[in-house]
């Protein structure tokens, strides 16, 4: 599974972005979908993910109410919604990509960036004034 990840930027505080995690057969088989973020100097941070079963999303408490991730089936691809941003959401975005086929990923492993099996390149994102 290689995984595409594109749509950062750099907008102001407030502003808005939608980053989009791609490939092939992503939605239409059993994968979840997951979101990290790595700003410079600081660990890599998981910010949400959304699973193919029964489409349970979940989310950081530092993004819950701002974020929301979502599956698009006819295009294979994974978004992650971003509003209100601020300048702490500057980092580079990872998504990344855990098979489900044998099971649902169990909510208590979804923030774990090891429990996931592929990984896409990341793609920048800078909220600045």
């Known amino acids: 599974v290689q995984l595409q990840a594109s749509g950062g930027g750099s907008v102001q505080p407030g502003g808005s972005l939608t980053l989009s995690c791609a490939s092939s057969?992503?939605?239409?088989?059993?994968?979840?979908v997951g979101w990290f973020r790595q700003a410079p100097g600081k660990e890599r941070e998981w910010v949400a993910c959304?699973?193919?079963?029964?489409?349970?999303?979940y989310y950081a408490d530092s993004v819950k109410g701002r974020f929301t991730i979502s599956r698009e089936r006819t295009k294979d691809a994974v978004f992650l919604q971003m509003n209100n941003l601020k300048p702490e959401d500057t980092a580079v975005y990872y998504c990344?990509?855990?098979?489900?086929?044998?099971?649902?990923?169990?909510?208590?492993?979804?923030?774990?960036?090891?429990?996931?099996?592929?990984w896409g390149q990341g793609t920048q994102v800078t909220v600045s004034s």
């Open positions: 990344a990509a855990k098979d489900e086929t044998w099971g649902a990923f169990k909510a208590s492993d979804v923030m774990s960036a090891g429990q996931y099996d592929y």
């Open positions: 959304a699973s193919s079963w029964e489409d349970s999303t």
């Open positions: 057969r992503l939605v239409s088989d059993y994968y979840a």
